[in-house]
T-cell receptor, first 113, second 114 residues
Framework: DGGITQSPKYLFRKEGQNVTLSCEQN?????MYWYRQDPGQGLRLIYY???????QKGDIAEGYSVSREKKESFPLTVTSAQKNPTAFYLC????????????FGEGSRLTVL | AQSVTQLDSHVSVSEGTPVLLRCNYS??????LFWYVQHPNKGLQLLLK??????LVKGINGFEAEFKKSETSFHLTKPSAHMSDAAEYFC????????????FGSGTRLSIRP
């Protein structure tokens, strides 16, 4: 079955460490997105990519980095510059840019110790 | 510019009673509207979508929503709540004519009382 796979599901990190969250899709979708979700809040856009080797900052890109070397893959690195990284991270994809019909992964929960 | 407002942060209903989750939107262009459901520690799943066809949209698990342009609303309803409906629900707006990104509402938490 086609879908989006995020890993790891749970991740613990010490302050000052960079961590990379994996997102892989086999839906042949062009656009991919990373969102952050904090308790009791909606989703906030971190980065998005419409095509391979191109990506744009979202609303809260500071302290994060991404790459899009392959259509299927859109990893997110949470750097030590991110002041408050503990959150639930969601990866999503759509067939084309700007359609709201998103397909989501199961999420990755990052906890900074 | 686009925006979406979910009017209730928390809704609680008894099992077997109707569900109403309210969503108002603002868009300069013809919008596409969506409802998503999120169970705890899970990703979001599409419930239903409106993309300028029929104004009454039926989705999965017995949910439906009606697009009312005059009221700029897209409320989500279900005739009879089930315990498994307890979750967070998000209203989303997007527009092909707009360069802005997909806009999420802040979410409504639905609780079901036995």
């Amino acid at each position: 079955d086609g879908g989006i796979t995020q890993s790891p599901k749970y991740l613990f990190r010490k302050e000052g460490q960079n961590v990379t969250l994996s997102c892989e899709q086999n839906l042949n979708h062009d656009a991919m997105y990373w969102y952050r979700q904090d308790p009791g809040q909606g989703l906030r856009l971190i980065y998005y990519s419409q095509i391979v080797n191109d990506f744009q900052k979202g609303d809260i890109a500071e302290g994060y980095s991404v790459s899009r070397e392959k259509k299927e893959s859109f990893p997110l690195t949470v750097t030590s510059a991110q002041k408050n990284p503990t959150a639930f991270y969601l990866c999503a994809s759509t067939r084309t840019e700007n359609t709201g019909e998103l397909f989501f992964g199961e999420g990755s929960r990052l906890t900074v110790l | 510019a686009q925006s979406v407002t979910q009017l209730d942060s928390h809704v609680s209903v008894s099992e077997g009673t109707p569900v109403l989750l309210r969503c108002n939107y603002s868009s300069s262009y013809s919008p596409s509207l969506f409802w998503y459901v999120q169970h705890p520690n899970k990703g979001l799943q599409l419930l239903l979508k409106y993309t300028s066809a029929a104004t009454l949209v039926k989705g999965i698990n017995g949910f439906e929503a009606e697009f009312k342009k005059s009221e700029t609303s897209f409320h989500l309803t279900k005739p009879s709540a089930h315990m498994s409906d307890a979750a967070e629900y998000f209203c989303v707006v997007s527009s092909y004519s707009s360069a802005s990104k997909i806009i999420f509402g802040s979410g409504t938490r639905l609780s079901i009382r036995p």
